[in-house]
């Protein structure tokens, strides 16, 4: 006795074919999206508006504004404080924004090492 595949399963070196060419078409759109994510900016803040950080797409931190009035030089701990939180947060949303992205292009396929 045979097993069957369904039409479109298997199929031999044609299909086969068609799968390089549907993954290379989507690692070329995986490249493209992440360059045109690496030139983009993010802001997030911290502290009411206090502390606000802009990264880019590659993690890099372009700019730290932080409001006159919470420098406290009795209390830098909670200026530390709010800067470390709004990083993180800028780093979290890149990296949110950047698995979106991937997995509309993937189709939510979880694909080890690619991003």
Do not use: C, H, W, Y
């Not at 206090?50 to 990264?55: A, Y």
């Not at 701990?77 to 800067?83: A, F, G």
């Amino acid at each position: 006795m045979r097993a069957r595949l369904p039409q479109g399963m298997g199929g031999g070196p044609q299909n086969m074919n068609q799968m390089i060419k549907q993954a290379q078409k989507m690692q070329e759109e995986m490249k493209a999206k992440q360059e045109e994510l690496e030139q983009q900016e993010f802001k997030t803040t911290s502290g009411g508006g206090m502390v606000e950080v802009t990264i880019t797409g590659k993690k890099e931190i372009k700019d730290i504004s932080i409001k006159p009035e919470i420098v406290n030089p009795e209390d830098i701990e909670m200026l530390q404080d709010m800067i470390m939180a709004a990083v993180n947060e800028a780093i979290r949303k890149v990296e949110d924004i950047s698995n979106s992205e991937m997995e509309k292009i993937t189709g939510a396929l979880n694909i080890p090492g690619v991003f």
